[in-house]
């Protein structure tokens, strides 16, 4: 897990440790150079020194030619276990006595190099020069192993290593320690938020532990629950009432509405009886009475037919409008274009006259719908515009369905007399017509029950018109239907 | 004739200069020995103090006497040419007899030209004089070193301590190393 994304115990325990780790390496590193150099400096230091003792030492034995003395002089060096091996030039650079006895002559330098202490892999040698008063005598060499630098080195090694282990271990406690005063609130308030986010009780308050900018966060967040808290409390409240008023009002709406819909019904029902027997006795008069009748008597008669035949049918479509509200919506899925093909046959064959209008039934997408409630919808909605649009010479009615947003949309479209959008209003309401019965007949009922039909299934329904250049009505079956069918 | 006196007088100077190194290649060679005698005698100076008095000024000479025949030929000069001992110039002198021996600081006594050394040796007790011989009973009469040969064919240094302290003079330790104690008996 990238460090951004650890959990911010973790977070802060690795930066602590981290930092500390540094800070320790660093000092450890430092502490190691520099004890390197000196120990190397004191090292050589040391070996300078006894070489300048061992040169002061031995300036009478080089001055009287006396080796043996000498000898004696270097064996002085076996105090110094370090010093690997020893020895004296004459002044004329020739080998004068060597230490320790067991190492052979040839292991030293044959002659005297420069003055100086040098280090090499293993060991530090170098030549100190013998001098009395202005005069040389002649030349030490002294070789000294660095087992002491080693030695030394594995002390501070260790030493260092224990450091290291203890410090970290104490940086470890004390980040642990340390460490829970930061993350120990947010870890609270993020269990409070979590437990508010799970069970949505927003009487539950953060704990504050310090006045930091953590504490500063859980007060805010506490009096924002506060905030949350009084808000739900009048919105609950609202709710409450609100639900309450909605019951009411619906409550009362449904008993408003059956009693209209059970008035109409039987008033529609109830007023059958009496225009069946007007349009009986009518027709009766009309078959066995005419000859009675002058001309007019005879055109009063057709009229009180006429009507009374209108009024049978208002009476009719009143009662289906009705009976809409109480059937119930059957879907399967429909094949539209078919549906609409019947339709307009049926149409055609029911009423010759409109032969000459030019029908374009389009493929269009199938729909989930109640095939007879939604066979009324193209019956209503075509014969309407057969209806509008038989006077115009070229008359063509288009039926066809497109996409919008996800909804499929179908259309029924004429070019006959439209309507002025004005009174769009009036469009879809019962006995609403915007014109006279002389001009088209009808009930008025046709698009109020298209209403009702595309409204029971969840759809929408809406037209668009001009005057003298045709109409168009579309309608929906629901709301959202697939848009791969 | 001018010409004839310069080509003279240039010839003297050239026996003049050559005529030390002609003799000195005429003598023997000197032995190994006293050449490592004569540095041992310079070597002294740097490991043996003189009380101040031994000296009337600061630039009075050192003086190495050897007294009875130069068993050295010219090595103690090779040797000591141009040196200085604490600021006082060294000079190299032969002394025939004793009395020619006045401002001395170090004192060789050849065994071959002395014959009373009790006598020399009591001539010069109580001046800071270093003696120094190889004489075998050179200790015995009142030297305080002598020079002898060891089993190893070396050089050697006996060192009579009391008679050094009585001339008041100071022998270094690590002179004092390297020296044979003699022991009266």
Known sequence: MPFHDLPIQKKLMRASLLISGMVLFVTCTTFFTYEFFKSRQEVKEKLETLG????ANSTAALAFDNPTD???????LKLEPHIESACLYNKEGILFAHYPDSVHLTSFPTKPAGEGYFFSQSFLDGFQPIVLGDKR?????????????????????LITAGVIAVSFLLAYLLSVILQKNISLPVLALVETAKAISEHKDYSVRARKYNKDEVGLLIDAFNEMLVKIQEQNMTLSEFNTTLEQKVKTRTSELEIANKELESFSYSVSHDL??????INGFAAILERSHSDQLDKEGKEFLHTILREAGRMGHLIDDLLAFARLGKKEVQKTMVDMTTLAKETVDELLKLDSENNATKINVKTMAPALCDAVLVRQVFINLISNSLKFSHNKPDAFVEIGSLEEGGVVTYYVKDNGVGFDMRYYNKLFGVFQRLHSYEEFNGTGIGLAIVHRIVTRHGGHVRAEGKINEGAVFYFSLSSLIPVNH | MPILRRMIRLGLIF???TGRTLLCAQ?????????????????????VE?????????????????????????????VGAGEKVNGHPLVIKYFKTLDEVKSCHILFVNKAGITNLSDLLSAIKGRSILTVSDASDFLRSGGMVRFYINSNNKVQLQMNQDAAKTARLQ???KLLRLTDKYEPK
């Open chain 2, 50 to 78: 003189w009380p101040a008095d031994a000296f009337n000024s600061d630039q009075e000479p050192f003086v190495i006497g050897v007294l009875g025949g130069n068993p050295f030929g010219s090595y103690l000069e090779d």
């Open chain 1, 137 to 157: 005598l002649g030349t030490l060499y002294i070789k000294s192993d660095l087992s002491d630098i080693y030695d030394r080195f594995r002390l501070y090694f």
């Open chain 1, 70 to 76: 000498a000898s004696e002089i270097l064996s002085a």
């Open chain 2, 27 to 47: 003598t023997a060679p000197v032995a190994v020995e006293y050449q490592l005698k004569a540095v041992f005698l310079f070597n002294f100076t740097k490991f």
């Open chain 2, 15 to 17: 026996v003049l200069l």
């Open chain 1, 52 to 55: 300048k003792v061992i040169s």
């Open chain 2, 171 to 173: 022998i270094s330790s």
């Open chain 1, 272 to 277: 059958r009886a009496p225009v069946r027997a």
